[in-house]
């Protein structure tokens, strides 16, 4: 079992910045992570996912150059560094760990899941 806890969301002006911070408990060996957004009235959507050993990162198009998504085992803590936010940005985001250590932008493919931050990007 794995649990994961989201901290570090707000409200910010447009070309802020904000880091969120997913601590993940549990059996967490070989668990990649992945982080998601949903907007108001749409889908969950893949932001950004990072291997188990870190080595391998990937994101949706929208956030590349953007965000980063790094983590740091030691402290059983993933996060996402996020620059020049947007409004577009507004969502809850958050973050989910699979059972596998290659990243995957398939939400379908984590098996566990956090409650959520907000991030509200004011224009």
């Known amino acids: 079992q794995v649990q994961l806890i989201e901290s570090g969301g707000g409200l910010v002006q447009a070309g802020d910045s904000l880091r969120l911070s997913c601590v993940v408990s549990?059996?967490?060996?070989?668990?990649?992570v992945g982080w998601f957004r949903q907007a108001p009235g749409k889908e969950r959507a893949f932001v950004a996912a990072?291997?188990?050993?870190?080595?391998?990162?990937y994101y949706t198009d929208s956030v590349k150059g953007r965000f980063t998504i790094s983590r740091d085992n030691a402290a059983n803590t993933v996060y996402l560094q996020m620059t020049s936010l947007k409004p577009e940005d507004t969502a809850v985001y958050y973050c989910a760990a699979r059972n596998g250590v290659s990243g995957t932008s398939d939400r379908r493919d984590y098996n566990y899941w956090g409650q959520g931050t907000q991030v509200t990007v004011s224009s």
């Open positions: 549990g059996r967490t060996f070989g668990s990649s």
């Open positions: 990072i291997t188990w050993g870190g080595g391998n990162t």
